[in-house]
């Protein structure tokens, strides 16, 4: 299964951060001022996709000189950057897809890019966003994801109503509930094993980590 690494301008993730992830995956695409973090970090991506208000211009220079592929929309569109760059990655036929630098400053980026996760799920693939001290996952079905003892996990539904929920590796344990949108009982659960297992009957859930 092909896996695509998609990183974004946010988060202050480390140079050491990208540079062990990018030897995970088969074809990476910077996102505008993302590009420029991962040259500047001497990570080559394959595809490098936006508007590019956010680069500094030696940066787009040292883009085009590592002959990297440079597709540019006008700042008028419907569409961010980051789900052209899906896109981009869909029409590849990629199965597994990394987002990161999804995390930061405006609330209103920061929802959109988590909720981009859902229309993954629904054409059926692996989505998650990976940053160095946080990671979201979602699933509408079994989803086992590795992590420290003691690390804070959160349960959001991402559907108005997630049913039959069941999870395993949790402080606090869920054997078939019900959750809603809009209510806090999963909120900051802690893990107790290094291996979290969470199942869904019908709807879609977030699995949100913090690493210690």
Same mark, same amino acid.
């Given at each position: ?30 996102? =505008? ?42 700042? =008028?569109?419907?569409?961010? =950057? ?131």
């Amino acid at each position: 299964m092909k896996t695509v690494l998609i990183v974004a301008n946010g988060n202050n993730n480390s140079k050491l951060f990208y540079q062990k992830l990018s030897k995970k995956v088969d074809f990476i695409i910077g996102v =505008d001022g993302g590009a420029g973090k991962l040259i500047k970090y001497g990570i080559t991506p394959d595809l490098a996709v936006g508007d590019f208000d956010s680069i500094e211009r030696d940066e787009l220079n040292l883009l085009k000189k590592k002959g990297v592929t440079i597709l540019q929309f006008p700042e =008028d569109k419907d569409y961010s =950057d980051t789900e052209l760059a899906i896109n981009v990655a869909l029409e590849k036929h990629f199965n597994i897809f990394i987002l990161s630098g999804m995390l930061y400053g405006r609330i209103d980026h920061m929802l959109f890019n988590v909720s981009l996760l859902y229309p993954l799920l629904k054409k059926g693939k692996d989505a998650c966003i990976l940053e160095e001290r946080e990671e979201i996952y979602i699933t509408s079905g079994k989803r086992k994801i590795k992590t420290k003892k003691g690390s804070t996990v959160s349960l959001y539904p991402m559907t108005s109503i997630v049913q039959g929920v069941k999870t395993s590796g949790l402080k606090y344990q869920l054997n078939g509930g019900t959750l809603l949108k809009g209510k806090t009982l999963t909120l900051s659960n802690i893990a107790v094993s290094s291996i979290v297992q969470v199942e869904v009957k019908k709807g879609a859930l977030l699995i949100v980590t913090e690493k210690k």
